[in-house]
């Protein structure tokens, strides 16, 4: 058996970690133009996948990755994950064709898998069930913070130094944590039970899931819709295939049962998809409608993300006392409330009302994201959180996907399939009408969240298994 090692050292280097991925996901988005001039690319469609080979390559592998980590070892997968994205920061820093950058990206996604099925278990398997609210939301809150610090330091660094250096610096700081994880994580944890990996179900999820995300990237065309569709037929073949194979990477027989790990999925599935979008609403809005400069604009949306991150961890440090369902549902009905202002904006709103409304949005998902998480990492078995911690990422990255989704389809319905301009017809109205749509999301949320079931009265999912250490 391996030594104990201080908890907070745990904390410190899976929060380091919990930056890293939000900040690959976002900060290259505001370097794409200058990527498109670098590499001069005939194609502008090649500019997505610079972002998409790292949400579809991540979204595929994070439910598999997660298993294996469960099996064979939570600290080797966590570790091997941040190496990865060591060797494919660098990549990214030194290609030479967009075409290498996009294999790069994807590398980068599948390391960032192996992390996001890992290090939210390690956490929870360091703290006990009364503490585990707090360290989370301290984790949630990191989170949020590379999420928001994404394009403002890739803003920064691509006009001060050039694009290259957001994978440079990320580079020197990801080995950094890759090797505090080496040396101080002492315990390399797998369930006591070994069986055979669920190779065929993994394929069938990573096809589901590939069809899902590339659907709602191509929404609202035909052939998004189609891909939407297929990805649904594959995900009642993967479910019918679950449930009658042996070792499955997720164990629907269970967690359908699970009422609380069920609904609070769903709800963290609804919420961002409720709310992802709104950076991308509020930067047209404030850009086209209040004309406001890139730079003010990127200064007001922070505002959001700073009552996120802030609030984040003393509401999960209130779902250790509070039954997480209240916390997480007074959350989403707060997220209502913001969203509804946003609604009734005109182009003569006062900045004063959208900071508030802002800040309203940020307060309930601080609200209702470190319960919701406490709520569904407390809710399975040791053996199982690297599945639940996976479980979270994916529903993280599907409904930030189909926010825009949601939002590309109501563009296109009002306005059509035009470039957005300043003072363009349609525009105010289209933004209103999203932000209706996203409220009406979160009441839906609202009653997932609430008809969870409380957590401290709720068994567990299956038979405590005996933890190994290696």
Avoid at 115 to 121: Q, V
Avoid at 184 to 203: H, L, W
Avoid at 348 to 374: K, R
Wanted: hydrophobic share 55%; with cysteine.
């Amino acid at each position: 058996m391996s030594p104990p090692v201080d908890k907070r050292i745990i904390l410190l280097i899976t929060c380091m970690s919990a930056f890293i991925t939000p900040y690959l996901a976002s900060s290259v988005t505001v370097a794409l133009s200058t990527i498109n001039v670098d590499f001069g690319m005939p194609d502008q469609a090649l500019l997505l996948w610079v972002t998409l080979a790292f949400m579809l390559t991540a979204a595929v592998f994070i439910v598999p990755f997660s298993r294996l980590a469960d099996i064979h070892g939570r600290k080797t997968i966590y570790v091997a994950g941040l190496s990865i994205i060591v060797v494919s920061s660098f990549l990214c820093a030194v290609s030479n064709s967009v075409y290498m950058l996009i294999i790069s990206r994807a590398v980068e996604g599948f390391g960032s898998a192996l992390i996001f099925g890992t290090a939210m278990a390690i956490l929870t398997a360091a703290y006990p069930a009364k503490e585990r609210g707090k360290v989370l939301g301290i984790n949630v809150g990191v989170t949020y913070v590379g999420l928001s610090l994404g394009p403002f330091l890739g803003g920064i660094i691509t006009q001060t130094i050039g694009w290259r250096y957001i994978y440079w610096w990320i580079m020197v700081y990801t080995l950094i944590v890759a090797v505090l994880a080496l040396l101080m994580i002492k315990q390399n944890e797998k369930c006591a039970q070994e069986g055979r990996f669920d190779v065929g179900g993994s394929g069938i999820y990573g096809v589901t899931l590939f069809l899902l995300v590339l659907g709602f990237s191509l929404v609202p065309t035909v052939w998004g819709f189609a891909l939407l569709a297929l990805s649904l037929v594959f995900l009642a073949i993967f479910l019918r295939y679950e449930l009658r194979h042996e070792n499955p990477i997720l164990k629907i027989s269970v967690f359908r049962k699970n009422t609380v790990f069920l609904f609070s999925n769903f709800a963290a599935l609804i919420n961002y998809s409720a709310t992802a979008a709104i950076a991308l609403l509020m930067g047209l809005y404030l850009q086209d409608v209040q004309t406001y400069t890139p730079e003010i604009a990127g200064f007001i949306l922070i505002a959001q993300p700073v009552v996120m991150a802030a609030f984040s961890p003393l509401m999960g440090r209130l779902s250790d006392r509070v039954e997480p369902r209240v916390v997480a549902t007074t959350g989403m009905g707060l997220c209502v409330v913001g969203l509804a202002l946003f609604a009734l904006l005109t182009p003569s709103t006062a900045l004063i009302m959208i900071i508030a409304a802002l800040m309203f949005v940020g307060l309930g998902f601080a609200f209702f994201s470190s319960p919701n998480t406490n709520a569904i990492m407390s809710s399975v078995d040791r053996c199982d959180y690297s599945v639940a911690s996976g479980m979270v990422s994916t529903m993280r990255l599907i409904g930030q996907m189909m926010s825009s989704g949601v939002a590309l389809l109501v563009f296109s319905l009002i306005i059509g399939n035009t470039d957005i301009r300043p003072g363009q017809p349609g525009l105010m109205s289209s933004i209103q009408v999203t932000f209706v749509v996203f409220s009406a999301l979160c009441v839906l949320g609202m009653v997932f969240s609430f008809a969870r079931g409380n957590l401290r009265k709720a068994k567990p999912a299956i038979p405590a298994a005996a933890p190994q250490a290696h």
